[in-house]
């Protein structure tokens, strides 16, 4: 264990975070299942964190709704579905959208050739199979179109509604790579021409998009068998 529970309140926080984040993107990602049991010292043991900042996040997770508390039993994974999953995308591609759109009308000569360079090491990033890398960038591209944007605050308000976004798993998810390349090239069109409204509604599809793979790939899982060979790692964290 790298924590004995004893740290400052910071550091706690940072493990309790790290710990949610982890247990979050597997539910999102459907590894683990509605209805499964999650125990504060399995996510302790996986993390190799003490079993205070793992529960202080099942708690966390409760109140975001993602787990129930029920007397006797534990936490356990509350219900989630594709739909839930589109429904947090469309909130996300709102929110993007107008970035996206700002980003447009700020473009300034220095901060587009940025972007465009983000683009082209996303490509060979693609082109190589590196899916690390190709996540790596893909979140660099969105993070300087935030930047363009210059709205901390609606920045802010995106990463609240990203953060339900099991970023680790994509790499898993069939036509991601293929998608991200080919929706960013309509965004980046839009924002090379600034023109606001071409720039909102590529990123709106493009986060839409990602969405439906994503809850395609969560409705698939969901719909296999509880006994699966792919969900052992996640079954270990439940028992």
Do not use: C
Not at 9 to 14: E, T
Not at 57 to 79: D, H, M, N, S
Not at 135 to 142: D, I, Q, S, T, V
């Amino acid at each position: 264990m790298t924590d004995n529970g004893s740290g400052s309140a910071s550091a706690r926080r940072q493990l309790s975070d790290k710990a949610s984040s982890y247990v979050r993107g597997l539910v999102m990602s459907g590894e683990l299942r509605p209805g499964s049991l999650v125990r504060p010292e399995t996510i302790g043991a996986a993390l190799g964190i003490s079993t205070t900042p793992s529960r202080e996040a099942l708690q966390a997770l409760r109140v975001e709704g993602f787990l129930e508390l029920v007397p006797r039993r534990g936490f356990i994974v509350a219900p989630l579905t594709g739909q839930d999953i589109r429904d947090l995308f469309t909130v996300q591609s709102l929110i993007g959208g107008e970035l996206a759109a700002r980003a447009a009308r700020n473009a300034a000569s220095e901060s587009l050739a940025e972007l465009e360079a983000l683009h082209h090491e996303l490509i060979a990033a693609a082109a190589r199979n590196n899916l690390a890398l190709l996540e790596e960038k893909n979140h660099a591209f969105h993070r300087q179109i935030n930047r363009m944007a210059a709205s901390r605050k609606m920045s802010w308000a995106l990463g609240l509604v990203a953060r339900y976004v099991p970023r680790r798993f994509y790499s898993a998810i069939e036509g991601w790579p293929q998608a991200t390349v080919a929706d960013h090239e309509a965004l980046l069109e839009g924002i090379r021409h600034r023109d606001p409204e071409a720039a909102r509604l590529a990123m709106e599809n493009h986060i839409v998009h990602a969405g439906e793979l994503l809850a395609t790939h969560f409705d698939g899982r969901i719909g296999r068998s509880p006994h699966s060979a792919g969900d052992a790692g996640a079954d270990q964290l439940a028992r």
